[in-house]
């Protein structure tokens, strides 16, 4: 079993950043990826970031590349995702999950992750 337990998020003006932090406990090891998925208001669920546990390869969606990162503080088991220069098409609500690593290919796929959090808001509007 896997718990994530997410924290941050809010409201915030076009060019302002935040940080998401997601908390795990459970059984994951060198063979899992955690990822970052948003879902907008009246629209599906979309991949914004992964990393591999095991040597901290990442992939981004190419609508957050250069202005988020996503990390992980391995001593606290805790996730991040740093947001910057946030725009009104980022808002949404966020979500951290797991799994065993899929597919390369699969990896901003929201169908590839079966622990999930429950979810942060983020706002941005001016």
């Known amino acids: 079993q896997v718990q994530l337990v997410q924290s941050g998020g809010g409201s915030v003006r076009p060019g302002e950043s935040l940080r998401l932090s997601c908390r795990t406990s459970g059984d994951t090891d060198s063979r899992y990826c955690m990822a970052w998925l948003r879902q907008a208001p009246g629209k599906g669920r979309e991949g914004v970031a992964t990393m591999a546990l095991s040597g901290g390869e990442q992939v981004y969606a190419d609508s957050v590349k250069g202005r988020f990162t996503i990390s992980r503080d391995n001593a606290e088991d805790t996730l991040y995702l740093q947001m910057n220069n946030l725009n009104i098409e980022d808002t949404g609500t966020y979500y951290c999950?797991?799994?065993?690593?899929?597919?390369?290919?699969?990896?901003?796929?929201?169908?590839?992750?079966?622990?999930w959090g429950r979810g942060t808001q983020v706002t941005v509007s001016s």
């Open positions: 999950a797991t799994d065993l690593c899929p597919a390369r290919w699969n990896w901003l796929s929201p169908s590839s992750w079966g622990w």
